[in-house]
Nanobody, 113 residues
Framework: VQLQAFGGGLVQAGGSLRLTCAAP???????????KAWYRQAPGKERELVAQ???????TYGDSVKGRFAISRDNSRKKVYLQMNSLKPVDTGVYYC?????WGQGTLVTVSS
């Protein structure tokens, strides 16, 4: 299943971005039932979990983004969102969405100081 991730860009520290991951080719019932997550990979570092929401709506955040980022979903539109506020330079990286075992292509977020 192809995922479309977009919304990245260049932003100053303290700013906000909203990432979107769309799964137009996924069956709606499947979308409802799978866990959805955002990961990121900074230059020279391993990919890390940013946020995850399971089929019951339970949410997990990485420690470094708690209180600043928010994951949400629109099951009817088959989209997952990541609202990122109070961005810091350390948030810079390529952000990937993951639905079940399907990875999106990544969208680059660059936070300038």
């Amino acid at each position: 299943v192809q995922l479309q991730a977009f919304g990245g860009g260049l932003v100053q520290a303290g700013g906000s971005l909203r990432l979107t991951c769309a799964a137009p080719g996924m069956i709606t019932s499947t979308f409802w039932g799978v866990a959805k997550a955002w990961y990121r990979q900074a230059p020279g570092k391993e990919r890390e979990l940013v946020a995850q929401i399971d089929s019951d709506g339970n949410i997990t955040y990485g420690d470094s983004v708690k209180g600043r980022f928010a994951i949400s979903r629109d099951n009817s539109r088959k989209k997952v969102y990541l609202q990122m506020n109070s961005l810091k330079p350390v948030d810079t990286g390529v952000y990937y969405c993951l639905l079940a075992d399907n990875w999106g292509q990544g969208t680059l977020v660059t936070v300038s100081s």
